[in-house]
């Protein structure tokens, strides 16, 4: 019955997704003015050695002035595992959609009027770190926002290996604590 267990275990969790919730600050860089913020959430999944990563409802702030901007995200990048981290980068354009953080209505985001704008982004990471770095480049206006980003991950309740996700490595670590029980 154990093994029976651990095995549906199994292979319900290897159907899931490896999901990484960073908890960034944040430097954004345009025209040389410099604006901080914190406690920003970057969202980093992988699924078969591709990446997502998403920067949702960011904004712009500036001597107190917000702009919301929008939902930055990128899809399918494929990594690269050196040095102990993963690297992904991407150098495309992307539209950038409306934001939904309950404070902004779907009109105040600025990205989806942009249309598609190019991205250079480059990010490096670890279970438990984030360093990224975004330039958007705003060809209308004539500049590029630079966005630098540096966060950490909480332990993941579930996070069995204590490696920073909840993956299958889990449910093997788990199979193995019942099968030698």
Known sequence: MKKAFALFAAACCALALSATTYTCHIKVVVNGIVSEQDEVPVVVNESNGTYDLSLNNFCLTTEGITMPVGNIAVSGVEGIDEYGYTTIKFNAPITITAGNDGVHSQDEWIGPMLGEVPIDLTARFINSALDANIDIQLA??????????????????????????VTISDVNSVIDIILND
């Open 140 to 165: 209308v206006l004539g500049q590029t926002i630079g966005v630098s980003l540096f966060g950490v991950a909480p332990s993941i309740k579930g996070d069995v290996n204590e490696d920073g996700e």
